[in-house]
């Protein structure tokens, strides 16, 4: 009894001292990450049914997360792309086949979750941590485009997937493609509105816009690493 006694204070006594090594081994995590991309953006309407990409314009976002997990993050967007297309070479066009040519600029306000499929981090090898994941985010928000001297509003719902790369312990690298609908059918341009003599709802023959992009990241906001028991 005396020998399993002193084995297991030794046990503990050695458990204790283990303790704050492997605790002050982990790799810190943090609460928020603040980044930027830019890329290209594409358009899908009346004046492009195909290709996303045939008109690629400019995308810029700048983006604010919180860090719920190493799976789950909210993010915050501010967006602006540019549009363009052309009815050119479209054989479905009425009246009569008529040409019509547009530009827009889109400025989005929106909040997205986002979904990492792996652990998503470095360092702690315990949680089977990973430096890359691919992920998934679809969001709510709003966007207002400027086209042919007028602004229109409308609410959008961007869908979106990507992976990400950690660079180092607080710098990560992405690439996303987006699509966005657009609840509205005016963001290429009035004149686009009927082409094809169809009525536009809200929720049917409405505008899409996607964008293609790459950016850095920095995460901030230290979590607590030291937990308090009360006995």
Not at 81 to 89: A, Y
């Amino acid at each position: 009894m005396r020998t399993y006694r002193s084995f297991v204070l030794a046990a503990a006594t050695a458990g204790a001292a283990l303790l704050p090594a492997m605790t002050s081994a982990q790799t810190a995590t943090y609460k928020f990450d603040l980044g930027a991309s830019l890329g290209m953006s594409g358009y899908i309407g009346e004046a492009n049914n195909a290709n996303i990409f045939a008109h690629p314009g400019f995308a810029a976002d700048l983006a604010f997360r919180y860090i719920g997990d190493v799976r789950w993050a909210i993010r915050a967007n501010l967006s602006t792309l540019s549009l363009s297309g052309t009815t050119e070479g479209m054989a479905n066009i009425l009246p009569e086949n008529a040409s019509y040519t547009f530009k827009s600029q889109i400025y989005e306000l929106g909040a997205r979750g986002e979904f990492n499929f792996f652990p998503y981090g470095i360092g702690e090898t315990y949680k089977r941590l990973r430096r890359w994941t691919p992920y998934i985010t679809v969001g709510l928000g709003a966007s207002l485009a400027s086209t042919g001297g007028k602004t229109y509003v409308a609410p959008v719902i961007p869908m979106g997937l990507g992976l990400k790369f950690k660079i180092r312990e607080r710098l990560n690298l992405m690439a996303e493609f987006t699509m966005t609908k657009a609840f509205n059918d005016h963001f290429d341009s009035p004149e686009l509105a009927n082409l094809n003599q169809i009525k536009t709802d809200f929720y049917k023959n409405t505008d899409w816009y996607s964008r293609l992009t790459i950016g850095i990241s920095y995460e901030f906001g230290k979590r607590c690493e030291t937990c308090h028991y009360v006995d």
